[in-house]
């Protein structure tokens, strides 16, 4: 069973701060990780992606990737109340297989 | 560019009837697919085209049936619904490999 484990929160972090956020994966050889952003009531949109293991940035997030670990994260930097969104992550365990989703994690950006 | 589009956006249904949920992509995508989402499960895959002319099924496939009418859409049929499958559902599609997911903006079914 292909899993991806994710902390359902909620996270709190105050305004500014920086949110850290986890994910670990069953099969060590997925080679394609997903960060993806739900408002609530709203469809999932995708943030991030990373292949290769170490960190990948952009703008305020960076996803870090660590495959010898099974390991991925989510830093997002300066959190802004819009940034309270419940984030998911999401592996492709091989070739042309279905995204396997995380039950994501609920953030709240405290002002 | 619409991405994804899904119709209806809402609908109530009765316990017994059955309908469809559309789904179309604009962006040229081999794979498309069907979740539900509901409190506390995340998002559960019903079933998947890897592409044009195939179909499988993901994890909770019970009660529903797909059509790849074409590579554009992908529709999802209940044939009788039941207040069980009250949900949210999305469609989503990607090109291909190791690309990502992108998502409809979800049809929120109610059945009574």
């Known amino acids: 069973q292909k899993e991806v484990e994710q902390n359902s929160g909620p996270l709190s972090v105050p305004e500014g701060a920086i949110a850290s956020l986890n994910c670990t994966y069953s099969d060590r050889g997925s080679q394609s990780f997903f960060w993806y952003r739900q408002y609530s009531g709203k469809s999932p949109e995708l943030i991030m992606f990373i292949y290769s293991n170490g960190d990948k940035e952009d703008g305020r997030f960076t996803a870090q990737l660590n495959k010898a670990s099974q390991y991925v994260s989510l830093l997002i930097r300066d959190s802004q109340p819009s940034d309270s969104a419940t984030y998911l992550c999401a592996v492709i365990y091989s070739g042309n297989t279905p995204l396997v989703f995380g039950k994501g994690t609920r953030l709240s950006v405290i002002a | 560019n619409a991405g994804v589009t899904q119709t209806p956006k809402f609908q109530v249904l009765k316990t017994g009837q059955s309908m469809t949920l559309q789904c179309a992509q604009d962006m040229n995508h081999n794979s498309m697919y069907w979740y539900r989402q509901d409190p506390g499960m995340g998002l559960r895959l019903i079933y998947y085209s890897a592409s044009e002319g195939t179909t499988d099924k993901g994890e909770v496939p019970n009660g529903y049936n797909v059509s790849r009418l074409n590579k554009r859409e992908f529709s999802l049929r209940l044939e009788s619904a039941a207040p069980s499958q009250t949900s949210v559902y999305f469609c989503?599609?990607?090109?291909?490999?190791?690309?990502?997911?992108?998502f409809g903006d979800g049809t929120r079914l109610s059945i009574l």
């Open positions: 989503a599609s990607r090109v291909s490999g190791d690309q990502p997911q992108h």
